[in-house]
């Protein structure tokens, strides 16, 4: 069978079963999730002007926005995955390498809204995206994330999958989806090195694309169902031609939503080690940002890539920034949204920490990327002690995981300042419930 026939076969016979507890709890905390970084999302500039483009499809539909406007599906998945992404906070499986949450969820739930699903199926169709998206973009493998942004490439087909779980394709409509979802693929890294304004739109794209492709496969739209492994396929074109012979071997047995990393910062993940390290040094060594005489950072080579910004000029930029996220952890205790506000960015205490920080390319840390996210952190104060602790993992990642209740918290303190914070709690108790109830989130 070729690997989107295989996809299409587990997705058929999951339908047609009750998925585990577990599983069903995973993707409820990743809707959970979902929700707080939505919501931070929405003022952000990219998803301001995409709603005012897109104002022609809004306002009619079966879909709605995050805070209930109407919008056509394809519309809803779009500004929806684009603001999920927005604020630098969403979800990442590591081994592919790909931020599954804002892309799979935004189409689940459009598609879900515009077909009157019930909670149950929305649930089965973030698990059923997940599952494949995520096997897919282990096998592309790190050399497609050498320049293919990988949540709005994998992110397509975990929108294809949630979309055509929802809709109940039939095994070869699904199968079609997905392949479908395969042309549509694309985010290039490169869209975000200076500036990272377009960056949430990949996720967004991927959320539109994945309702698209689950609409015209439904009305009978074919493409070639070898598109990932074939000659000219996405493993060639993307990739360095790899191995898909396995891609579903560990269907239905590990469930790659159960081993999620959540965020436990606001900004690039890549960073978080070096904080978690940073962090853990003071917290151990009791000394402030002052007395620090230099700091050395350790860290795998997307690190480098994705988060290089040594003086950052906006919040964009300090998102992507090494240098500043671990500096104004120190300072500050922590990064939340309020370090990218206009007074943050320029606090002379974090700009001046900044200048004594360097970083470089750690071997035995970058040996363990994708599967492992780590740091090497050194520092020197000015009393002369020298420390130094390799932070193996991060907390958020599923060796160090958030709790529900950690979660709960992350989208009262995320979703509140939007909604309200009752309305925000009323959100989590609609989502506890989904497995039973016919009323969707929103």
């Known amino acids: 069978m070729l690997a989107t026939q295989v996809f299409a076969r587990f997705a058929h016979e999951a339908s047609r079963r009750a998925l585990p507890s577990e599983v069903l709890h995973h993707a409820q905390r990743a809707v959970i999730d979902w929700y707080a970084s939505l919501y931070p999302g929405l003022a952000m500039?990219?998803?301001?002007?995409?709603?005012?483009?897109?104002?022609?499809?809004?306002?009619?539909?079966?879909?709605?926005?995050?805070?209930?406007?109407?919008?056509?599906?394809?519309?809803?998945?779009?500004?929806?995955?684009?603001?999920?992404?927005?604020?630098?906070?969403?979800?990442?499986?590591?081994?592919?390498?790909?931020?599954?949450g804002a892309a799979t969820i935004a189409a689940a739930l459009a598609a879900a809204q515009a077909t009157k699903a019930t909670g149950l199926d929305f649930l089965r169709a973030v698990v059923l995206g997940y599952e494949v998206s995520t096997r897919i973009g282990v096998v592309m493998g790190r050399p497609h994330y050498r320049f293919w942004h990988?949540?709005?490439?994998?992110?397509?087909?975990?929108?294809?999958?949630?979309?055509?779980?929802?809709?109940?394709?039939?095994?070869?409509?699904?199968?079609?989806?997905?392949?479908?979802?395969?042309t549509f693929t694309a985010g290039l890294q490169q869209s975000f090195r200076t500036e990272a304004m377009a960056k949430p739109l990949h996720a967004g794209r991927a959320a539109e694309a994945?309702?698209?492709?689950?609409?015209l496969a439904a009305r009978g739209m074919r493409s070639s169902l070898d598109v990932l492994e074939g000659e000219s396929g996405l493993g060639h074109a993307m990739s360095n031609g790899p191995d898909w012979s396995q891609v579903g071997a560990t269907l239905g047995s590990d469930w790659h939503i159960t081993r999620l990393t959540f965020k436990n910062h606001i900004g690039c993940g890549h960073t978080f080690a070096a904080i978690d390290g940073a962090l853990a040094l003071q917290r151990v060594h009791g000394f402030s940002h002052a007395d620090i005489e230099s700091m050395h950072l350790g860290v795998y080579q997307p690190t480098l890539d994705i988060a290089p910004h040594v003086d950052p000029q906006n919040a964009d930029q300090a998102r992507f920034s090494l240098h500043y996220m671990v500096a104004s952890a120190l300072v500050h205790g922590s990064v939340r949204l309020s370090a990218y506000e206009p007074a943050r960015l320029n606090d002379p205490a974090t700009r001046a920490l900044m200048q004594r920080i360097t970083k470089s390319l750690d071997p035995e840390v970058d040996a363990g990327f994708p599967g492992r996210r780590a740091?090497?952190?050194?520092?020197?104060?000015?009393?002369?002690?020298?420390?130094?602790?390799?932070?193996?993992?991060?907390?958020?990642?599923?060796?160090?995981?958030?709790?529900?209740a950690d979660l709960e918290g992350k989208l009262l303190e995320l979703a509140a300042p939007v909604i309200g914070e009752v309305e925000a709690r009323a959100l989590l108790a609609r989502i506890w419930a989904l497995p039973t109830n016919?009323?969707?989130p929103t």
């Open 438 to 440: 016919a009323t969707l």
């Open 375 to 404: 740091a090497r952190v050194s520092i020197t104060l000015l009393d002369g002690r020298r420390l130094s602790h390799l932070q193996p993992d991060r907390k958020g990642d599923p060796e160090l995981p958030l709790s529900d």
């Open 210 to 215: 994945g309702v698209l492709a689950a609409q």
């Open 150 to 182: 990988n949540t709005g490439t994998m992110g397509s087909f975990g929108a294809a999958a949630a979309a055509g779980s929802v809709m109940r394709l039939d095994e070869d409509s699904f199968a079609q989806a997905l392949a479908l979802a395969a």
């Open 45 to 100: 500039p990219a998803v301001q002007v995409l709603e005012a483009t897109l104002a022609e499809d809004l306002d009619r539909g079966h879909a709605r926005l995050a805070l209930g406007r109407a919008a056509t599906p394809r519309a809803a998945a779009l500004i929806n995955g684009t603001a999920a992404h927005a604020a630098e906070v969403d979800d990442s499986f590591r081994d592919a390498m790909y931020h599954p």
